[in-house]
């Protein structure tokens, strides 16, 4: 089309006359006000309601016209000239922006950068070898990212483990079941469902995929949960919730207190009548139960000596050690195993704690632990194993690759460390649980007692 002059139309006047058509191509921004005062003659002018209704129409084409540019850029200039062009506006308006210019909304600026496929931010994280990828590692979750139904007790509990302020598995035990005491009380049965029905898949679950996501489950965590989750479904149905609550909560102290208070009081008596006078008890790191079976020898009034051999990356042994001097025990305090053969041989006797007994016999423990019973089981020493029963589990472990945890704090690109091994049997002379005393093949038999009970 040309003008009077014969000279060819200028692009703007062209849209301009495609805008007076309803809902035809939208003017480009620059134009708007050439295109409302170049209105056919006679024609009626618009108000100002009506020509910012014409504004957030025209606003609304461009930006399904931003959208088809978006999709047939990656396959080439395949649309029509209007999509084409106001691709090119968008891309003109970011750079506008870019340069302090047009103040452009978002959805403009996405628009034009929509040609780059997006870049996924990863989190950089340590590279651990394929062969350890199966093992988990403790990690600290935001408490924001934590899903709607965890308790604040749970929260804190989980944020406690994986900073390792709660950190073997008895005591983490007992602090999970009195979250989950709070869980309970604080649970109230929606209208329509029942308390044994709803409450361990709408509720109880979340608190434990949290607490597993900050730090991987022990193995007496384990046998608990599974336990409680046996008495939530021997609820009646018909029972109030009221009563419900109290049924379970009870059951949860009475579990407490036989499966570790008092276990833990029969584990200590007898591993310290098996302490002589005159005995040389060589220990490693730190345990609670090691720990009040010397005090409670102390007590009883035998003269023995301590040598302590401590975890050279935690040094969890040497407040241990104040505690046992503090108390009138002499102690000797080693912080390696530079020369672990040497106070091997002043031993008379080793004390270990276990994390776990698996159903071979092995037992797992503190990274170290396996070292020192290899070594006291070739020069001749008893090596005693403490654990409640509730740290039995039926699986079976020969290595310490196939169960552990990756030190968080000790994990690079270069190494890493786990945080526990696998004594086999044949190093371990006996297992000292609230039982009595055990030889470590003994273990399936006395699960399946436990079952008995």
């Known amino acids: 089309m040309a003008t009077e002059g014969g000279q060819p139309a200028p692009v703007g006047d062209t849209a301009a006359k495609k805008d007076q058509k309803p ?12 295109a409302s005062s170049s209105d056919a003659p006679g024609e009626k002018k618009l108000s100002n309601a009506e020509l910012k209704k014409k504004a957030k129409e025209e606003k609304a084409a461009r930006r399904a016209q931003a959208k088809a540019a978006q999709v ?81 007790v749970v929260l804190a509990l989980g944020q406690q483990m994986s900073t390792f302020a709660i950190s073997d598995s008895t005591t983490r035990l007992e602090a999970t079941l009195l ?42 965590m384990g046998n608990a949960i599974r336990w409680l989750k046996l008495q939530i479904s021997k609820i009646d149905i018909d029972l109030p919730d009221s009563d419900a609550k109290k049924v379970l909560c009870q059951a949860i102290d009475n579990f407490i207190h036989e499966r570790i208070v008092l276990a833990d009081f029969v584990i200590v008596k007898t591993a310290a009548d098996m302490i002589e006078d005159d005995e040389v008890v060589l220990t490693f790191a730190h345990h609670k139960l090691v720990e009040r079976s010397l005090l409670q ?37 080693a912080s390696d195993m530079g020369a672990l053969r040497s106070n091997l041989q002043e031993a008379t006797i080793v004390f270990a704690a276990a994390e776990a007994m698996f159903s071979n016999g092995s037992m797992y423990a503190r990274a170290g632990t396996c070292d020192i019973a290899t070594v006291a089981t070739d020069l001749g020493l008893r090596v005693v194993a403490l654990s409640e029963t509730i ?47 055990s030889s470590a093949m003994s273990v399936p038999a006395i699960l399946r007692k436990l079952e008995e009970l």
């Open 23 to 34: 809902q035809a191509q939208p003017n480009p921004p620059q134009q708007k006000d050439q």
């Open 72 to 152: 047939a850029a990656p396959a080439g200039p395949s649309g029509g000239q209007g999509a084409t062009g106001d691709a090119k506006s968008g891309k003109s308006k970011a750079n506008n922006t870019k340069q302090g210019g047009l103040s452009v909304p978002s959805h403009h600026r996405s628009a034009s950068r929509s040609v780059l496929p997006p870049v996924a931010k990863e989190v950089a994280k340590p590279k651990t070898p394929e062969c350890f990828s199966h093992l988990s590692m403790a990690r600290r979750i935001a408490m924001t990212q934590a899903d709607k139904d965890v308790n604040p």
């Open 297 to 333: 020898a102390k007590s009883d009034g035998k003269q023995f000596r301590v040598i302590l051999v401590d975890d050279p990356f935690d040094r969890v042994g040497l407040e241990h050690a104040k505690k046992l001097a503090a108390a009138g025990i002499p102690v000797t305090y």
């Open 391 to 437: 740290n039995f589990t039926e699986r079976v472990s020969i290595d310490s690759l196939t169960y552990n945890e990756i030190d968080p704090e000790r994990s690079t690109d270069e190494e890493f460390r786990l945080l526990f091994d696998t004594t086999r049997d044949k190093f371990i002379s006996v297992v000292v649980t609230e039982l009595g005393n």
């Open 179 to 220: 979250a989950f005491k709070k869980v309970i009380d604080a649970y109230t049965t929606p209208h329509g469902n029942t308390f044994s029905r709803h409450f361990t898949s709408h509720v109880l679950n979340p608190q434990i995929e949290y607490l597993t996501a900050c730090r991987p489950m022990c193995f007496s």
